[in-house]
């Protein structure tokens, strides 16, 4: 991303720190309390042990990765090791137990990740609920290989993988399943993929279904699909935490936005 880019998002960082507000204004009790449980959550989990002690290890991994990007490619660098992904290119320790936490909050049967990278993630989601089935979609065939793996070593029976470009894989899979319970969207940071991601997946998901969305101001195009994909007939609640947003579906919620830390 070059200089100009990323100065293009400063005003959605802006808008996030002028709009943030606490749980003092939250008037719903329902987003009262699915805040307070999941700050409660998040502060209470420490990370999956096992788990770090491979992100440890990829950590001073310099095996080079090589295959192309099918998205729009790293902010911090082009030439990629396993310990730069480990650095740069998933979701830290913090981020993993706010997805962990919102498994065991909503209990998804069916979750589908779109970015599996180094499976670290993956990992995290398949064990905060071993009834449910983590369905992950990877582009990269040597970083569904390497995630593979990690779902061995932490015998993970839970966990099917998906090689190719999410664009020829996902319709194919979702024509399959019934229903999604809970998406992460978090693979090809170009506005108009996420804009694609959204509304195929949102025609599956369930009633109570949860969608979580990464990386929502990497760049101003991220950000605008963002708020057009907040507007949206179907989604009712939204919350944006600053890097990530989440979509509520369930039609009893009221259309409202929130702006929110964590
Ligand atoms: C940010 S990483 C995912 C991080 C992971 N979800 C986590 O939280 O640790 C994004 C991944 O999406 C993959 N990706 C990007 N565009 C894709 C596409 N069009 N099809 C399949 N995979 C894609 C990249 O190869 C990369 O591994």
Redesign the pocket.
């Known amino acids: 991303m070059s200089l100009t880019q990323a100065l293009k998002t400063i005003p959605a960082h802006l808008e996030y720190f002028l709009e943030v507000v606490n749980e003092h204004s939250l008037q719903s009790p329902f987003v009262y309390e699915f805040y307070a449980n999941l700050k409660q959550l998040i502060s209470k989990e420490g990370g999956i042990e096992e788990i770090e002690a491979i992100r440890r290890k990829f950590l001073t991994d310099a095996t080079p990765v090589t295959g192309t ?3 729009a490619g790293s902010k911090v660098s082009t030439s990629k090791t396993i310990a730069k992904i480990a650095r740069h ?3 830290t320790k913090r ?1 993993c137990v706010m997805l962990a936490s919102l498994v065991k909050m909503f209990n998804p049967y069916i979750i589908v ?1 779109l ?3 180094l499976g ?2 993956t990992a995290y989601l398949a064990g905060a609920n071993n009834k449910g089935t983590v369905f992950t ?4 065939k040597e ?1 569904v290989d390497i995630a593979g793996k990690v779902s061995e070593r932490l015998s993970m029976k839970n966990i099917r993988f998906f090689h190719g ?3 020829d894989t996902l319709p194919g899979v979702l024509n399959e399943l019934e229903k999604v319970d809970m998406a ?1 969207i ?3 940071h170009r506005g108009e ?1 996420l804009w694609r991601y959204f509304h195929w997946l949102k025609e599956k998901m369930s009633k109570a279904g949860l969608m979580v969305i ?1 990386d929502i101001r990497w760049s101003a195009g991220m950000y605008r699909t963002w708020k057009e994909i907040i507007n949206d007939e179907k989604v009712t609640l939204s919350m944006d935490f600053h890097k990530r947003g989440l979509l509520f579906f369930d039609s009893h919620l009221n259309k409202e936005h929130y702006v929110l830390s964590l």
């Open positions: 990007d099918m998205g290119g998933i979701s981020e990740e970015g599996t990278s670290i993630a979609f990877e582009g990269n970083l470009n999410i664009d992460i978090d693979a090809n993929a990464d």
